[in-house]
């Protein structure tokens, strides 16, 4: 809301209040070109690691995503901050059964971002068996970087409708 009023004033005016653009990065921790946004995690949901002792852990997702977050190449304009007590956006490890369940069976195999809650209550939803055995219709590159191409790809997927 302020950066939309001092972007206003600044149209209006004609000129950049480099003040108030100041007064707007201290306060934020970001820069009115490159904003932050916060995201944390929630717990997982459903069952995700039964019967997969051998496969990603709940942190081994969370490792992933930071990652690919944190990556300059991913969203230019955008800083990505985790924050897991105050997050704009909540990231939650769900199986499919829990999503098919919540969502209801148009969603069964699909990772997504709900926003139904308004913009600060934005939760994405990693489907856990997805990320543990990528779905066909991703496959086509190497078999050793399938997976984490996978990721990647989810993870910048599902932030890019959280953003907007």
């Known amino acids: 809301m ?66 690919t977050l944190a990556d300059p190449r991913g969203w230019p304009g955008v800083r990505f901050k985790r924050d897991d007590r105050t997050p704009t956006i909540t990231v939650h490890v769900a199986t499919n059964a829990h999503i098919k369940s919540t969502f209801g069976t148009a969603f069964a195999g699909l990772n997504l971002c709900d926003r139904t809650d308004g913009p600060h209550a934005i939760r994405i939803y990693i489907n856990w068996d997805n990320w543990i055995k990528t779905p066909a219709a991703f496959r086509g590159a190497p078999e050793e970087d399938l997976a984490k191409l996978y990721h990647q790809y989810v993870v910048l997927h599902e932030f890019g409708h959280a953003i907007g």
């Open 2 to 67: 302020v950066r939309r009023h001092i972007l206003r004033h600044e149209r209006a005016t004609g000129h950049r209040d480099v003040r108030a653009r100041r007064r707007y990065n201290a306060l934020r921790g970001g820069s009115m070109d490159r904003p932050v946004v916060t995201y944390g995690f929630g717990p997982p949901l459903g069952s995700p690691s039964v019967g997969r002792n051998t496969n990603p852990t709940h942190a081994d997702v969370e490792r992933d995503v930071d990652a």
